[in-house]
């Protein structure tokens, strides 16, 4: 059964959206930018890392500053047999310069995108997967310009804000300069106030 995600809060998605833009601001300056205390950054940060949310943190390389530009996408067709994506995708990814490995539904079984030095060195990877006898056939795409690559995950637009911070909110509140109350106390403070609106009684004390 697969695992469910966990549902962050908008403290955890503030954090999560600075760390990817980047992963070097201090715990005091997230705390700043989100008015909360230093301390609760702290413990928000160990808890996604232990859960598994923020799995590492790396340096955004340009691959054209290195060399590695030569950026391909093969579509492999592999031999159908007893765990074939999990034995053939683990020997893809083994691949020096291969980066993502995905398996798919469809006439093609694997995506591999692999990033090479030159078309020799893209050449020597490609030997490797032809020569093996679990791929039935592949063909490869070059890429000639880069239009979008981000590996950040885009946390708003797809998730929705609970369990706000009482901290976070109280700052919200001060810098709008006045309190938003909730629905229910609105409801609340909307009843009449059933001691001025009792009806009035007659002479026999009965309700008119």
């Given at each position: 059964?697969?695992?469910?995600?966990?549902?962050?809060?908008?403290?955890?998605?503030?954090i999560?959206?600075?760390?990817q833009?980047d992963?070097r601001t201090?715990?005091?300056q997230?705390?700043n930018?989100?008015?909360?205390p230093?301390s609760?950054?702290?413990y928000?940060?160990k808890?996604?890392?232990?859960?598994?949310?923020?799995?590492g943190?790396?340096?955004?390389v340009?691959?054209?500053?290195?060399?590695?530009?030569?950026i391909t996408i093969s579509?492999?067709?592999?031999?159908?047999?007893?765990?074939?994506?999990?034995?053939?995708?683990?020997?893809?990814?083994?691949?020096?310069?291969?980066?993502?490995v995905?398996?798919?539904?469809?006439?093609?079984?694997?995506?591999?995108?692999?990033?090479?030095?030159d078309r020799?060195?893209?050449?020597?990877?490609?030997d490797?997967?032809?020569?093996?006898?679990?791929?039935?056939r592949?063909?490869?795409?070059?890429?000639?310009?880069?239009?979008?690559?981000?590996?950040?995950i885009?946390?708003?637009?797809s998730?929705?804000?609970?369990?706000?911070?009482?901290?976070l909110?109280?700052?919200?509140?001060k810098?709008k300069g006045?309190?938003?109350?909730?629905?229910?106390?609105?409801a609340?403070?909307?009843?009449?106030?059933?001691?001025h609106?009792?009806r009035?009684?007659n002479?026999?004390?009965?309700?008119?």
């Amino acid at each position: 059964m697969p695992r469910q995600p966990r549902s962050l809060d908008e403290i955890d998605i503030g954090i999560l959206e600075i760390l990817q833009k980047d992963c070097r601001t201090s715990l005091e300056q997230i705390a700043n930018k989100l008015g909360i205390p230093k301390s609760t950054v702290h413990y928000r940060i160990k808890k996604l890392e232990t859960e598994g949310t923020i799995e590492g943190y790396y340096a955004k390389v340009n691959a054209m500053k290195v060399g590695k530009d030569y950026i391909t996408i093969s579509f492999i067709r592999a031999k159908y047999g007893p765990s074939y994506h999990e034995k053939v995708g683990k020997m893809l990814a083994q691949i020096p310069g291969v980066w993502a490995v995905y398996f798919v539904f469809g006439e093609t079984d694997f995506i591999v995108l692999a990033r090479s030095n030159d078309r020799e060195d893209f050449m020597e990877k490609a030997d490797k997967i032809i020569n093996t006898h679990q791929i039935e056939r592949s063909g490869t795409q070059i890429v000639a310009r880069i239009i979008k690559e981000d590996p950040r995950i885009e946390l708003k637009s797809s998730m929705r804000y609970n369990n706000v911070s009482s901290t976070l909110l109280l700052s919200n509140v001060k810098r709008k300069g006045r309190i938003r109350l909730t629905k229910k106390a609105r409801a609340h403070n909307s009843l009449p106030n059933t001691k001025h609106h009792q009806r009035p009684r007659n002479l026999l004390g009965e309700r008119t």
